[in-house]
Nanobody, 120 residues
């Protein structure tokens, strides 16, 4: 079974930084796009950032210039570096991976979510 292990969330003061990591494992043949989404209570999950297999990136307007996404293909891992964090960045952050898996084929997978809280 594919597992996405997320880490790096927590409580940080406004202006602070955090780095999220998400490592995929379990029968993975190929990984295409990887990304991070976030969700707050009562709102739809929204894309924060994504990165293609070729390294092309895409960011939500609200995080451009503050967040960076990268990936380590040899480790099947995607990172989200967040700086200059604002209270409105508070949310549960979810890792998303588009991958081909043994005996299953190509599917989209979600992590369990990690809480990021920006507060003084």
């Amino acid at each position: 079974q594919v597992q996405l292990a997320e880490s790096g969330g927590g409580l940080v003061q406004p202006g602070g930084s955090l780095r999220l990591s998400c490592a995929a494992s379990g029968g993975i043949v190929s990984i295409y796009a990887m990304g991070w989404y976030r969700q707050t209570p009562g709102k739809q999950r929204e894309l924060v950032a994504s990165i293609s297999s070729g390294g092309s990136t895409n960011f939500a307007d609200s995080v451009k210039g503050r967040f960076t996404i990268s990936r380590a293909n040899a480790k099947n891992t995607v990172y989200l570096q967040m700086i200059s964090l604002k209270p409105e960045d508070t949310a549960v952050y979810y890792c998303n991976v588009d991958a081909t898996v043994n005996l299953i084929g190509r599917m989209n997978f979600w992590g369990q979510g990690t809480q990021v809280t920006v507060s003084s």
